[in-house]
């Protein structure tokens, strides 16, 4: 039984997964789905799914059978209107844990496993479950497979009584789980975001920044031990916030993009050696810059200061009616290469105009497994 209904599990999962690879975009593009976010689990909302139930036996008889003509609806009455006669498009909602996700996100794009530097042959011991035994202590002790032993050897004697189904375990029937201790690289992994946050930038820029933002973090995480987030907001100045604010200031100032690219140099100096590090540095604008010295001097940071410490550079321009939408030109006139070592371009752009090129500036930041 128990066997049985961890297949129907398997199989009920694996139709999930395919209602999400089927509709990836839809899913990637939907902003209610970060505010389902728990965790490491999110809760997505699939259409035409039956919820796994039980099935019972002919209903012809019984309970409701009363006076009623056929096809009359339920609770008709006088002065009532009638439900309608659609049929209605279900949906349920499934706990997905984000590895899954990025899993999915994976296989769909095409994208290569990152290849860790630095450090990355740094160890941590830790325990790892690979077994069942009879010994071991109480703390350890698997409740499931200790009810099958107690189960199993009730039924080989003839001593389980299905009117008065107790199973009591003897020591005999107590099963514990076994470990190792597993050394792992520890490879761990610190995104820099930096936004835009002046006039021209509105609530839909947000939103989009919001929903990349929320992708790159669950793919980096997939890859990595451990994941450390920073955020910067600029307009002429730079300042390091926390994430709720990041999604949610605005000013009113122009733009110095300099500053951000400043304020990273100075965080990264400060609290990350690139050495025991794996760096993302993700800049988000609609490419407004104050001046063409600004960016002159913006080129510089990024290659003489950012990239010799970062696995890469990534920025993503937002559509914005108020936006010169210059800025990117600009990084691929300096860097035409993108600055490229052994795995491809270290400097990667991408265009964001609307929710729908998520799903494609994700594939152009990590198709180089970096």
Known sequence: ??????????????????????????????????????????????????????RYGDNSGGVGMGEGEEGQSVGQGQGQAQGGDAEGRHAIEVDVALDELADILADELKLPRIQPRGRHELTTIRDKYTGIRPIGPAALRHFKRTYREALRRQLS??????????????????????????????????????????????????????????????????????????????DVRAAEVDRKTFFSIREDGGTRISSAYHACHELLQRHYDNADWNIYLFHFSDGDNSSDADNRLCVKVIDEQLLPRCNMFGYCQVASSYGSGSFINVLHEAFPDGRPDDLGPRVVTSKVNGRDDVLESLRTFFKQGR
């Open 1 to 54: 039984m128990v066997n049985s209904i961890e297949q129907d599990h398997q199989r009920f999962r694996q139709i999930v997964r395919g209602a999400i690879r089927r509709d990836l975009r839809r899913f990637i593009s939907r902003g209610d789905i970060l505010a389902r976010e728990g965790g490491r689990v999110v809760s997505v909302p699939i259409h035409d799914i039956d919820i796994p139930t039980f």
């Open 157 to 234: 004697m003839g001593l389980y009584d299905p009117d008065n189904p107790v199973i009591i375990p003897i020591k005999n029937d107590l099963r514990f789980r076994s470990w190792n201790e597993v050394k792992k690289p520890q490879s761990n992994a610190v995104i820099v975001y930096m936004m835009d946050v002046s006039g021209s930038m509105g609530d839909e820029q947000k939103e989009l920044v919001r929903l990349e933002a929320f992708w790159i973090d669950t793919w980096l995480r997939r890859n990595y031990q451990g994941i450390e987030s920073r955020y910067i907001v600029h």
